[in-house]
């Protein structure tokens, strides 16, 4: 089947410690991203990639890292720097071309990982 | 700058009900319309998009919606609620490889 996998869906992270959230896409999607979601804030974009090693900062993208070594990979590492990392963490992908370059194309979302900090 | 407001945070209404659900845009060039809903801890799912034409939309699980330009609306609606339909809803713009989503509406069903 194929889909978007989001490992693991509960992490727990001390304070001062980097942690990598996983993303998988076995859909052939040129497009990735990641979304940060807090109650009744909606999706926050963290950062996106359009293609293999490349990637933009979204709205929010200080104390967050991404790479792109892979077409079908997405990892996000959520760094000490980000103050306040507590949050639902939201991976999604798209078919690219024309479409997509004018946002026409929908995002698949996987299922999700919930990080808190203790 | 693209921005999407769903101005209703929760909703509440009677199984067997009719349900809308408010978006309106701004953005300035044709839009990519689209709502999904997400149900308590899981991803979101697409239940409906706009790309051009007919104004009226059919999507997934009996939703549809209506693109109204001259009010910069989009808005999500079903004829009767389901119970399973409680979930929160967002509706997106999509435009230049990013999707702005509005902050999202929780739907609440009574028995």
């Known amino acids: 089947d194929g889909g978007i996998t989001q490992s693991p869906k509960y992490l727990f992270r001390k304070e001062g410690q980097n942690v990598t959230l996983s993303c998988e896409q076995n859909?052939?999607?040129?497009?990735m991203y990641w979304y940060r979601q807090d109650p009744g804030q909606g999706l926050r974009l963290i950062y996106y990639?359009?293609?293999?090693?490349?990637?933009q900062k979204g709205d929010i993208a200080e104390g967050y890292s991404v790479s792109r070594e892979k077409k079908e990979s997405f990892p996000l590492t959520v760094t000490s720097a980000q103050k306040n990392p507590t949050a639902f963490y939201l991976c999604?992908?798209?078919?690219?071309?024309?479409?997509?370059?004018?946002?026409?194309?929908?995002?698949?979302f996987g299922p999700g990982t919930r990080l808190t900090v203790l | 700058a693209q921005s999407v407001t769903q101005p209703d945070i929760h909703i509440t209404v009677s199984e067997g009900a009719s349900l809308e659900l408010r978006c309106n845009y701004s953005?300035?060039?044709?839009?990519?319309l689209f709502w999904y809903v997400q149900s308590p801890g899981q991803g979101l799912q697409l239940l409906l998009k706009?790309?051009?034409?007919?104004?009226l939309v059919q999507g997934i699980k009996g939703f549809e919606a209506e693109f109204k330009r001259s009010q910069s609306s989009f808005n999500l609606r079903k004829p009767s609620v389901h119970w399973s339909d409680a979930a929160e809803y967002f509706c997106?713009?999509?435009?230049?490889?990013?999707?702005?989503f509005g902050s999202g509406t929780k739907l609440n069903v009574k028995p």
């Open positions: 999604a992908s798209s078919p690219a071309g024309l479409a997509g370059v004018l946002g026409g194309n929908e995002q698949f």
């Open positions: 859909l052939n999607h040129d497009a």
């Open positions: 990639s359009q293609i293999v090693n490349d990637f």
């Open positions: 953005y300035g060039a044709t839009p990519y």
């Open positions: 706009y790309f051009s034409g007919d104004t």
């Open positions: 997106a713009v999509g435009a230049r490889n990013k999707f702005y």
